[in-house]
């Protein structure tokens, strides 16, 4: 799949007149394609950059109800969001993985009270029973490093983590092995209207390196499942700006700095807001800020801004101060934008992350929401559409959006966690991952759960269009190690390289395009980008 010259074979294929054609590949427009093709419609999705690129590549890494929306009794989307982990966590195994969490207690009745309730609350939603209390003995004695003057003890919870990028590509890939046809690096320049006025299909235009051209596509469902971007869309039907975009921001740790055997639940010395320590791909990882996000989205991809780092490192040496954590310690830096909607709330954190769908002109638009609702997104876009379908969509009849994953691999390897790993990302997918591997590639890149295999699996047949696709959003290297993996270039160009078909002069400006996105949007300290 998406090997060599497989654009300009989707392209060829583009013509005629499909049931739905998704705008947006993010987790929603994944979540709204595998539905699709598993319903049997003719289903199209195009990416205007790369897969995931914007909000699902640069998230929090959860799936979680969202423990602080009960502080703010936003009891439906938690009830709604919990459900939904559980849902995940049992058909998309390995991908979606249990993640504990722990939650400590300052030395203060009222709060310990509070945090006693809500616990139960967020276990009852689910429904499970799955959390504990932790005495200060125990607390310390799991994770040290939580020293805090006025620690009481801590609670336990579980909610569950991923690799969002991943889990997204994951997605589109089955869907596309399903049936499906997906392209990125393919933008829609105008919406086609019917003579009654309707939206009924999207021009594209091909960002990549193959120059495709322009094309006209028509559909019987246009779905604009583009987050951020939805507003922009919209525009094409003269709807009115309805989104709020909030950043928020992370910084990514080397595990041996801050070496977390559980989450853990920060509350911020300024302001008391919830943040999280997380641990993640071999990484920890603090975030998240929540702040109003201002810049024109053509200005260049996001970035944490300077106060966002002393925000970050404030909370993090407030819950773990021995750690003592400095600016020279972080890896990297990301920032995402949540696009939720405007209610004008003074206080971004009090908006709303519940979803909805519009139809406006016959342009169906679902945005909102949270990563790990998904699918029911997915399906009330697509109950939405229904009218116009070949067949109205029955969402009492349940359809999988992730693939069983085989029970063996080839070759008499065993099902060790290191394969479970694998199993999880790649699926079906991953005995070809490993036979396709040289000698020595089928071992960890330092201290990460990464096969050096994966590069060239992922250069070979990942739909790959530029460098940072590779390193950013695939196999994430860069963000896990220092500066970008540069020290690992060599090594990655030579295995890379080849299965791309690049020549020395490509490969060179994909290097410095990269290091410039790098150093711009996910350094330790991002310079962002120049007007």
């Known amino acids: 799949m998406w090997e060599k010259g497989w654009r300009q074979s989707v392209w060829k294929e583009l013509g005629g007149n499909w049931d739905v054609i998704v705008i947006g590949g993010g987790i929603t427009g994944a979540g709204v394609f595998r539905r699709a093709v598993a319903e049997g419609y003719k289903t199209l999705l195009v990416e205007a950059t790369d897969f995931s690129f914007g909000t699902s590549s640069r998230s929090s890494k959860l799936v979680h109800g969202g423990f602080r929306y009960l502080r703010n009794k936003q ?189 853990v639940t920060l509350l911020h010395p300024r302001d008391g807001r919830a943040m999280f320590g997380i641990p993640w791909e071999g990484t920890t990882m603090i975030g998240t800020t929540d702040l109003d996000h201002s810049a024109p989205l053509s200005k260049g991809e996001p970035f944490t801004t300077q106060q966002e780092i002393d925000y970050i490192l404030e909370a993090g040496n407030a819950t773990f101060p021995s750690a003592s954590l400095k600016r020279q310690d972080i890896l990297s830096s990301f920032a995402g934008l949540r696009p939720v909607i405007n209610t004008g709330a003074s206080d971004p954190s009090k908006e709303s992350r519940a979803h909805v769908v519009w139809e406006e002109d016959g342009l169906i638009t679902v945005t909102g929401g949270k990563l790990t609702t998904f699918r029911i997104m997915a399906e009330e876009a697509l109950l939405k559409a229904s009218a116009k379908l070949p067949h109205p969509i029955d969402l009492n009849v349940r359809k999988r959006y992730f693939d069983p994953l085989p029970e063996t691999l080839s070759q008499g390897r065993v099902l060790s966690s290191e394969f479970a790993y694998l199993l999880g990302r790649y699926g079906s997918e991953t005995d070809d991952l490993l036979n396709c591997a040289k000698e020595g590639e089928n071992q960890p890149i330092g201290n990460l759960p990464n096969l050096w295999s994966e590069i060239r699996w992922t250069a070979r047949t990942g739909g790959v269009e530029h460098l940072d696709d590779l390193l950013l959003r695939r196999v994430r290297l860069g963000m896990l190690l220092p500066d970008g993996a540069s020290a690992l270039m060599n090594r990655i160009r030579a295995i890379a390289q080849p299965e791309l078909g690049w020549d020395d002069a490509k490969w060179q400006l994909e290097e410095k395009r990269y290091r410039e996105i790098f150093e711009h949007s996910y350094s330790p300290s991002p310079t962002g980008f120049a007007d």
Request: aromatic fraction near 8%; charged fraction near 25%.
């Open 75 to 263: 009891f439906d989307v938690t009830r709604e969001s919990v459900r939904e982990r559980e849902w995940m966590l049992k058909e998309a195994k390995n991908l979606v993985t249990p993640l504990g969490f722990i939650m400590p207690c300052p030395d203060k009745f009222k709060v310990s009270s509070q945090f006693a309730i809500g616990v139960v609350i967020y276990d009852l939603l689910a429904p499970k029973w799955q959390h504990s209390f932790f005495t200060k003995r125990k607390v310390l004695r799991i994770c040290p490093q939580i020293d805090k003057p006025d620690l009481k003890g801590a609670f336990l919870y579980y909610d569950a983590e991923m690799d969002d990028a991943r889990l997204v590509n994951h997605i589109i890939r089955e869907g596309v092995a399903a049936g499906g046809t997906a392209i990125n690096y393919c933008k829609v320049e105008k919406l086609l209207r019917d003579q009654s006025g309707s939206v009924c299909g999207v021009q594209i235009n091909d960002q990549g390196s193959s120059e495709l051209g322009e094309l006209e596509i028509k559909s019987a469902v246009v779905i604009n499942a583009t987050g951020p971007w939805s507003d922009e869309v919209r525009a094409h039907v003269n709807a009115p700006a309805r989104l709020r975009r909030l950043r928020g921001s992370h910084l990514i740790f080397p595990r041996e700095k801050l070496p977390l055997p559980f989450a």
